[in-house]
């Protein structure tokens, strides 16, 4: 499968044949947000490339008729923004940042959406109900 140093696939996880590489700055109010840096399956990007780069890739993705995801997981972490992510989030160097891990596969267990999601802390709220029913 392909290397993708900058976006980890899951070990237990396999890679596709090949991506399309990404990486977005998002904004809100003139404000970074985040800063995206992701790994689409090039089979998924060629279904229509012009919507995947004017639009959130995973809202494209949603709407695809065709597509079936067997599995969506997410990871968080909170670590210090290095020079170039704080640079880009407009932050100083060393800000924490929550470091968002996202993977999505197939039927066929193939990953066909990896990403590294970079959040300044000030844009991130958890709110967990710790009680299931």
Excluded: W
């Amino acid at each position: 499968g392909s290397h993708l140093p900058d976006v980890p696939i899951p070990d237990d996880e396999a890679a596709a044949e090949s991506y399309v590489r990404m990486r977005r700055v998002h904004m809100r109010d003139g404000t970074p947000y985040c800063l995206i840096d992701l790994a689409l399956e090039t089979a998924i990007y060629r279904q229509c490339p012009s919507r995947f780069k004017k639009y959130p890739v995973l809202s494209v993705m949603h709407e695809l008729p065709n597509l079936r995801i067997a599995s969506a997981r997410q990871q968080l972490t909170i670590r210090a923004a290095d020079m170039g992510e704080a640079k880009h989030l407009l932050i100083e160097p060393g800000s924490p940042v929550a470091d968002v891990r996202r993977s999505i596969t197939n039927a066929r267990g193939t990953v066909i959406y990896a990403a590294v999601v970079l959040y300044p802390s000030r844009t991130v709220r958890l709110d967990m109900n710790l009680l299931t029913t």
